[in-house]
């Protein structure tokens, strides 16, 4: 529980008294300076804070956030003598059986091989810059294209019903805008054997023909439109010869045929795909390489040498970069996986030889100097070492603290009585400009307790309520017995009063 008492809370620092006032202590008739009292008083009431602020309270211990308990080997355990932190096999097997939190061999394979978000775009950029590149104004986007065909997705089935509808072309016919319908037959079939043939006049007026809704006259301006029309056959001859142009245009860039062979890498800059022999210049590894370029307002190339490898370079104003290789999916992995297993045995050895792990960093030799165990780890000590914190420290253990900087720790374990001692500085060994510092020992919680026990029961350091009293009414005067110093008798003594004439 906190401690009830308050501190006294002395302010004045005093006077410290010589050594050997404090070795003989006080003689008969010394009369003690009071500079001595205020240092005394001040030290305890420091201590007292010292020890308020740094003892362990007996609840605190194996609570949350409290004091741990330890086990015979310094280790924290629980209430019921169970190691603290123990992972039983039960949730080690719940751990292992947990498919959320770990993979099979499959799913790394299958996430390993899949294409990452950078190398997607540019496969996309890739195929638009070669689709798109070089089409002419009018008909480089989707939205041209579609007004092209009057925005109709079926297009080809609305041409190709526009040629159905038209009459057959026969060897010796020609068509007529003077359709031949199957009734002017009938009619022409009635006709009387040796009839007058109707002569028509060679003029007349346009007034006497009648015009309804599915005959009327039609003008040269309109002849003139529809004939500037263009027939399905001359649309087609204009879509292949439009096909065959992009065909060709695409094959210059190495799409749909053999890839552009370049002398010079340097001179593969306009979209498409290209080689060059190991023979060439500026091939990637000086290795016959298939090379694609994508084009934008810098230019990149792509590509894979004969070996099997794959190098990538960007141009810009500074000039062409150097080939860079890339790692494939699989090589990666075989890459991160040495890596990790070397790494595994690589720390281990390493934490190894530091005290970390199944073997310990050595043994101190025997009448070494303390001062000069200055890298982290941990040690066993032998004996008659220099600096050791005490003789009992022979063959205890050694926890040494060293980080970049000019600081260091060190901590020993007694190997018979298990008393621990510690010590810091900035001593000349660790680069520091400074010493050691003492060597502390640190106090157990039992023992602290039992030295603030034997504190609070001390009866010479402390006074009771009662003795309190009497003291603070000899001071003030407060009861019955007052000392009056005065010139004057008092005009109403009390019992036990007394008087002093000046």
Avoid: C
Avoid at 193 to 212: E, R
């Amino acid at each position: 529980m906190p401690f009830q008492q308050p501190l006294i809370g002395w302010g004045a620092v005093g006077i410290e008294p010589p050594q050997s006032l404090k070795d003989a202590g006080w003689q008969a008739q010394q009369k003690p300076p009071a500079e001595y009292f205020n240092w005394t008083f001040r030290l305890l009431d420091q201590a007292l804070l010292e020890l308020q602020q740094n003892a362990v309270h007996s609840e605190q211990v194996g609570v949350a956030n409290g004091i741990a308990r330890l086990n015979a080997d310094g280790k924290p355990i629980n209430a019921d003598g169970s190691l603290a932190g123990e992972v039983t096999q039960i949730e080690f097997d719940e751990h292992t059986d947990d498919t959320t939190v770990h993979i099979t061999a499959t799913e790394r394979t299958d996430w390993n091989a899949k294409e990452t978000p950078a190398g997607a775009q540019a496969k996309v950029n890739s195929a638009v810059n070669a689709l798109v590149n070089g089409a002419p104004v009018g008909l480089d986007t989707l939205v041209e294209l579609a007004a092209a065909v009057a925005n109709d997705p079926d297009f080809a089935t609305s041409v190709s019903n526009a040629l159905d509808a038209k009459v057959d072309k026969v060897t010796g016919k020609q068509l007529s805008t003077e359709d031949y319908t199957s009734a002017e037959k009938t009619k022409l079939g009635g006709i009387e054997s040796g009839a007058n043939k109707y002569v028509h006049p060679a003029t007349h007026a346009p007034s006497i023909i009648a015009q309804d809704v599915n005959n009327r006259f039609v003008s040269d301006t309109e002849k003139n439109n529809w004939n500037a029309k263009e027939t399905p056959a001359g649309a087609q001859e204009k879509a292949n010869q439009a096909e065959a142009d992009a065909i060709n245009w695409a094959k210059e860039l190495g799409l749909g045929a053999i890839a552009k062979s370049v002398a010079d890498a340097n001179d593969a800059r306009a979209g498409g795909f290209y080689y060059v022999t190991n023979a060439g210049l500026n091939a990637p590894n000086g290795e016959t390489a298939a090379i694609i370029v994508i084009q934008g307002s810098n230019y990149g190339q792509l590509a894979l040498a004969a070996s099997g490898r794959m190098f990538s370079r960007i141009y810009t104003s500074a000039g062409w970069s150097a080939w860079a290789e890339r790692e494939t999916t699989s090589g990666a992995q075989a890459k991160a996986d040495a890596a990790a297993s070397k790494g595994t045995n690589d720390a281990k050895t390493w934490t190894r030889s530091f005290g970390f792990g199944d073997n310990s960093k050595g043994q101190v030799p025997a009448n070494a100097d303390l001062n000069t165990i200055v890298a982290s780890g941990f040690y066993r000590l032998q004996s008659g070492h220099a600096n050791q914190p005490s003789a009992a420290a022979n063959f205890g253990q050694m926890l040494v603290l060293h980080g970049q900087s000019d600081t260091i720790t060190q901590l020993v374990s007694e190997h018979s009585t298990g008393k621990l001692y510690t010590r810091s500085g900035n001593p000349p060994q660790v680069g520091g400009s400074g010493t050691w510092g003492a060597w502390t020992e640190l106090e157990t919680t039992a023992g602290a307790q039992a030295k603030v026990n034997a504190h609070a029961e001390n009866t010479i350091q402390h006074i009771n309520s009662d003795e309190r009293t009497a003291w603070n009414e000899k001071v003030t005067g407060v009861g019955t017995g007052k000392i009056t110093v005065s010139a004057t008798a008092p005009t109403a003594p009390g019992e036990g009063d007394i008087w002093i004439e000046v």
